[in-house]
C-alpha cells in the first residue's frame, strides 16, 4: 500500500499570505494524484487532479506541482474561505490511499 | 445542479448489518465509475470500495473486503454499499462519490451518511 505524508499538519497562516502544503508518497504515483479540500461538516471537493491540473470551477490561486514522490499545493494568497482541510490522494494503484491531511487556519 | 443523496445510515450493533443506498439526481455527465469512502468521526478519509460504471472491475480497502458489497442500478442512477458483519472501528460518515472522467477522481460527492456501530 502506498502511504501519503503531508507537512505540515497544521498551518497557521493570515489572509493574503501564500500557502504550500507538502505531500510524500512512500514510493512513486507519477501525476497520478489529487489534491481536496474539506470544510467543516461538508464533503470534500477536488482542487487538483494528476497533479497539477485545476478542476472545474477551482479558482486560480490554487495550483498543484511535483511528480513521482514529492508533490505540492500551493495557494498563491489565502481568500477567508480557504481556511480548511486539505487531502491528497493517489490513484496510481490499489487500494487507492489518502494523505492524513493538513489543517489551514487563521493566525 | 448534480445532486447526490445517501440514505440508510443509522446505528447498528457489533455483527449487524446496513445498507446505504446513494440517488442520483439532475445527473447527465457520464459517469465511468463509482466508488465509497469513509472518514471516522475526526478522522481523515479513507477509501472502502469501487465499481467500474459496467461492472468490470470492483475493489474493496482490506479493512472491509469480504464483509461490505457495492453494486449499482445504472437505469435508476443508484448505488448501494451493502455492509454485513459491521465492527466498532465501521463507524463513519460514508460518502458516495461518482467520477466522470476516465481518470476516477473523486470528483462528485454525496452529503455523507453516518454509520454508527456500537452496543
Known amino acids: 500500500e502506498i502511504v501519503l505524508t503531508q507537512s505540515p499538519g497544521t498551518l497557521s497562516l493570515s489572509p493574503g499570505e501564500r500557502a504550500t502544503l507538502s505531500c510524500r508518497a512512500s514510493?512513486?504515483?507519477?501525476?497520478?494524484l489529487a489534491w481536496y479540500q474539506q470544510k467543516p461538516g461538508q464533503a470534500p471537493r477536488l482542487l487538483i487532479y494528476?497533479?497539477?491540473n485545476r478542476a472545474t470551477g477551482i479558482p486560480a490561486r490554487f495550483s498543484g506541482s511535483g511528480s513521482g514522490t514529492d508533490f505540492t499545493l500551493t495557494i498563491s494568497s489565502l481568500e477567508p474561505e480557504d481556511f480548511a482541510l486539505y487531502f491528497c490522494?493517489?490513484?496510481?494503484?490499489?487500494?487507492?490511499?489518502f494523505g492524513g491531511g493538513t489543517k489551514v487556519e487563521i493566525k | 445542479q448534480v445532486q447526490l443523496v445517501e440514505s440508510g445510515g443509522g446505528v447498528v450493533q457489533p455483527g449487524g448489518s446496513l445498507r446505504l443506498s446513494c440517488a442520483a439526481s439532475r445527473f447527465s455527465l457520464p459517469i465511468f465509475g463509482f466508488y465509497w469512502v469513509r472518514q471516522a468521526p475526526g478522522k481523515g478519509l479513507e477509501w472502502v470500495a469501487y465499481?467500474?460504471?459496467?461492472?468490470?472491475?470492483?475493489y474493496y480497502g482490506d479493512s472491509v473486503k469480504g464483509r461490505l458489497t457495492i453494486s449499482r442500478d445504472n437505469s435508476k442512477k443508484m448505488l448501494y454499499l451493502q455492509m454485513n458483519n459491521l465492527r466498532p472501528e465501521d463507524t463513519a460518515v460514508y460518502y458516495c462519490?461518482?467520477?466522470?472522467?476516465?481518470?476516477?477522481?473523486?470528483?462528485?460527492w454525496g452529503h455523507g451518511s453516518l454509520v454508527t456501530v456500537s452496543s
Open positions: 465499481l467500474q460504471s459496467d461492472g468490470s472491475n470492483e
Open positions: 494528476d497533479a497539477s
Open positions: 514510493q512513486s504515483v507519477f501525476n497520478l
Open positions: 462519490i461518482f467520477c466522470t472522467s476516465s481518470a476516477c477522481y473523486f470528483d462528485h
Open positions: 490522494q493517489q490513484r496510481f494503484n490499489w487500494p487507492l490511499s
